[in-house]
């Protein structure tokens, strides 16, 4: 079975500009979480998708969007953007949705995205 | 308030001893879950173990084991029979009734040979 794969794995963008991050998760799994990496503030939480409802959000600026498609591959979108965004940004997927309980989530391998 | 507090910025451990990782969290709710995960150098998370807040038993998982104190709030993993390829940096999360997952700051774990 494929794991999470996750598109580009490295990019570099300039500011201001725009990125689009894509994330295909595994077959069957129905939910899926953005998490951003940095050292300065470590792993967040940006948002979930479960059958292409955003059904939480992290504390992120209107700049970060996301979507998921009918065939739960998601996409994350950055507008307009900051030298602070320069992080690896990693997509989870997990067969279903528990609100607390075990929910295995499949990390894929990250974006390393960097803005010069 | 932080959720997640792993105090052990970075550990050295000799090859086929026990380490044990701290990790403790805040929460007022009833029902929630711990999870451990593993990071190396190549970027991806891999699960390791899980703690169910309702669950009365310490969760393991081959060498990995939850130390679960409800009371202290406190979810430290231990790692039995520590291998070189250990080596990595292991992440505390909490997951409350919301569904995204707290992370903690993290430890890096070094075995030495």
């Known amino acids: 079975k494929a794991g999470v794969t996750q598109t580009p794995r490295y990019l570099i963008k300039t500011r201001g500009q725009q990125v689009t991050l894509s994330c295909s998760p595994i077959?069957?799994?129905?939910?899926v979480s953005w998490y951003q990496q940095t050292p300065g503030q470590g792993l967040q939480f940006l948002f979930e998708?479960?059958?292409?409802?955003?059904?939480n959000k992290g504390n992120f600026p209107g700049r970060f969007s996301g979507r998921q498609f009918s065939n739960s591959r998601s996409e994350m979108n950055v507008s307009t953007l900051e030298l602070g965004d320069s992080a690896l940004y990693l997509c989870?997927?997990?067969?279903?949705?528990?609100?607390?309980?075990?929910?295995?989530?499949?990390f894929g391998p990250g974006t390393r995205l960097t803005v010069l | 308030a932080q959720k997640i507090t792993q105090t052990q910025p970075g550990m050295f451990v000799q090859e086929k001893e026990a380490v044990t990782l701290d990790c403790t969290y805040d929460?007022?709710?009833?029902?929630?879950?711990l999870f451990w995960y593993k990071q190396p150098s190549s970027g991806e998370m891999i699960f390791l173990i899980y703690?169910?807040?309702?669950?009365?038993q310490n969760a393991t998982e081959g060498r990995y084991s939850l130390n679960f104190q409800k009371a202290r709030k406190s979810a430290n993993l231990v790692i039995s029979a520590s291998q070189l390829g250990d080596s990595a940096m292991y992440f505390c999360?909490?997951?409350?009734?919301?569904?995204?997952?707290?992370f903690g700051a993290g430890t890096t774990v070094t075995v030495r040979a």
């Open positions: 999360a909490m997951r409350e009734g919301n569904y995204k997952l707290s």
């Open positions: 929460t007022s709710d009833q029902s929630y879950g």
């Open positions: 703690q169910g807040s309702y669950d009365e």
């Open positions: 989870a997927s997990s067969l279903k949705s528990s609100p607390y309980g075990f929910d295995e989530q499949f």
């Open positions: 998708y479960f059958s292409e409802t955003q059904r």
């Open positions: 077959s069957g799994h129905r939910s």
